[in-house]
């Protein structure tokens, strides 16, 4: 198990180091000039010149970018051009509450996606499989910022039931913590919680229909154990496929909603870095952003390994 | 026409491509359609609630919310149509020409897509447009760059799986060139998997645009588009000014479901077997 998952991180080192090279090699060819943006519009020639000397903007880009590269393997992302803070330390405190919203968001698209799509399947065409494929059918078109706006202006404002934004550290308690993600994270969640939702109901209904289901029912086992101990499992196959292409759209929501709702996430790090052109914390935003995707799709394969023993034992 | 007969067994389908039609004649007819410019300003009648006059209300400039959608329309249509037919045409050569060559050119271009794939979506669309600064075409570049690596993914396992067929060998034994085979036997058969992507990757284009240009990185204001109207509404959902953001956010919804549920509507069309058992149809 240990060698898989060794095997799976290391294939993932091609891919990485070509992320580094896409950021790097991209943010170099971006207009404004990092001298420029770190001393504004009012510092001489001369200042300028200085500081392209002592960023080494002068030589060539396989010297920086490899100089690069060391720096970051030991984490160390430079400091930002505007609040001369450590972009680790930057990172650090956003990175925590991106994870925090996007982790929230997948349990409640779990929460939400397995049992509406199982009882969709089990009581096909009744009312509630009814509800549920039209829920499901207007959530996988609905945009995820839209819904926060919606969110906002109904529940919280409106109704009053839940704080219209700000982050709650889990410090202030578990409840508070809660209520200050809860609309959050359930308009990242809406949309990949009706996707799979749908995914669910017909993996699941396609598994009821096998023999194997036929054959439990002919021995005169009780539906739900037919359901929970025969179906399911094999019915999860297909779904967990996709759970690690959502985690990316969760990441992604997350970083648009944490704007919306006024959380100090990546989100609003990474904008308000590129507005202002403070590139060495663009590129530790995206990086690191790339690393956590490819980390949690490993995690993914893992699991998905431990459902399917086909998989574990080639492995 | 009988190309279109199998909308009529799949109403939901057929409402897709009304709604999608109604959002494209009114992006062409934007001008003559909105009932007011959509830049004019009614200082007079700053944030009203919709009433016979201004249908959709009116924006903190007192502008008619309607006719800036409508307007809207243009952008969010014709851009992500833009950005989709580049990511189409580049993806698809680069996918057939990876999968049809194979060997290292293979290896070389999946591993480099591999690492678009890497990045969840928008942050690679918040970075690129970080990168390249803020303009309309960049917006389309952008879009397509991030929906490059699913049409290549598609054609190029299509390349795979046709290229050894009887029929492209005996082209390639009459002496058909390599790019002769990809043009005229493997696009075909990438036709039908791609009309689907096609109709997907839009709404995605769409839902790309939108976010950017919600962020303020996107289409710059003040042009007129859905997530531009959002992003400016955004500061009003605290006082209750509902319509700023009901409309623009209802467009965008209209047009993701369409073509999403046109997608689904061709998917099952063009392979019936993908379509889920007892879906009730």
Excluded: C
Excluded at chain 1, 248 to 270: D, H, K, Q, T
Excluded at chain 2, 101 to 121: H, K, L, N, Q, T
Excluded at chain 2, 155 to 178: C, F, H, K, P
């Amino acid at each position: 198990m240990a060698r898989f998952i060794a095997r799976r991180l290391l294939f993932s080192l091609p891919v990485l180091f070509g992320v580094t090279v896409l950021i790097y090699v991209l943010l170099w060819f971006a207009p404004g000039d990092p001298a420029l943006s770190s001393l504004g519009i009012y510092a001489t020639p001369e200042q300028l010149e200085t500081l392209r000397q002592q960023l080494d903007l002068d030589k060539p880009i396989y010297v920086l970018y490899m100089r690069w590269l060391g720096q970051i393997v030991r984490l160390d992302f430079g400091v930002s051009l505007i609040t001369k803070e450590y972009v680790s330390t930057l990172i650090g405190h956003s990175l925590s509450i991106t994870l925090q919203l996007t982790a929230v968001s997948m349990v409640m698209v779990l929460l939400i996606a397995f049992p509406t799509g199982i009882i969709s399947a089990v009581k096909r065409n009744s009312i509630s499989d009814m509800l549920s494929r039209i829920f499901s059918l207007l959530g996988i078109s609905m945009p995820n910022f839209w819904l926060a706006l919606l969110f906002i202006t109904f529940i919280a404002v409106g109704l009053g039931w839940f704080p219209p934004g700000g982050y709650v550290s889990p410090d202030k308690g578990f409840g508070p913590w809660l209520r200050s993600l809860i609309l959050p994270a359930l308009s990242i969640a809406a949309a990949p919680a009706s996707a799979l939702s749908r995914m669910v109901r017909a993996s699941m209904l396609d598994v009821l229909s096998k023999d194997y289901i036929r054959t439990a029912r002919a021995k005169g086992q009780r539906e739900r154990w037919i359901v929970l101990r025969h179906a399911l499992r094999n019915s999860l196959m297909a779904p967990m496929t996709i759970i690690g292409m959502q985690v990316g759209y969760l990441m992604g929501g997350a970083i648009i909603v944490e704007v919306i709702f006024f959380f100090p996430g990546m989100g609003r790090l990474l904008l308000e870095a590129g507005i202002d052109q403070d590139y060495s914390v663009v590129q530790g935003v995206a990086l690191v952003s790339a690393v956590a995707f490819i980390l949690v799709n490993v995690l993914v394969d893992f699991l998905y390994m431990l459902i399917d023993p086909r998989i574990r034992d080639t492995a | 026409m009988h190309r279109f007969w199998w909308l009529r067994n799949d109403p939901l389908a057929l409402i897709g491509l009304i709604v999608l039609a109604i959002l494209a004649l009114s992006a062409v007819f934007a001008a003559q359609i909105a009932p007011f410019d959509p830049t004019e300003q009614h200082l007079s009648d700053v944030l009203k609630p919709p009433d016979e006059i201004y249908r959709f209300g009116t924006d903190q400039f007192g502008r008619d919310i309607l006719s800036r959608v409508i307007h809207g329309t243009q952008i969010s249509l014709g851009l992500g149509s833009l950005a989709v037919i580049l990511a189409v045409a580049a993806g698809t050569t680069i996918g057939l020409a990876a999968g049809y060559i194979g060997g290292r050119v293979d290896e070389f271009i999946m591993r480099v897509i591999d690492i678009f794939f890497a990045f969840p979506p928008i942050v690679l669309a918040i970075f690129l447009m970080a990168t390249l600064g803020p303009s309309l075409l960049n917006v389309v570049i952008v879009v397509a760059l991030v929906t490059i690596p699913q049409f290549t993914r598609i054609a190029r396992s299509v390349a795979i799986s046709e290229r050894n067929q009887d029929y492209v060998l005996a082209a390639r034994a009459m002496g058909a060139s390599t790019a002769s085979v990809l043009r005229r036997h493997l696009l075909v058969n990438a036709f039908p998997p791609l009309a689907v992507q096609v109709t997907v990757l839009l709404a995605d284009a769409i839902l790309i645009e939108a976010s950017l240009s919600f962020l303020g990185i996107g289409v710059r204001p003040p042009t007129p588009t859905w997530g531009g109207i959002l992003s400016a509404g955004r500061d009003y959902v605290f006082t209750g000014f509902w319509w700023f953001t009901v409309f623009p956010g209802l467009a965008i919804f209209l047009a993701v479901f369409s073509l999403n549920v046109l997608g689904d509507g061709l998917r099952d069309f063009i392979d019936p077997t993908t379509r889920p058992r007892g879906a009730g149809k």
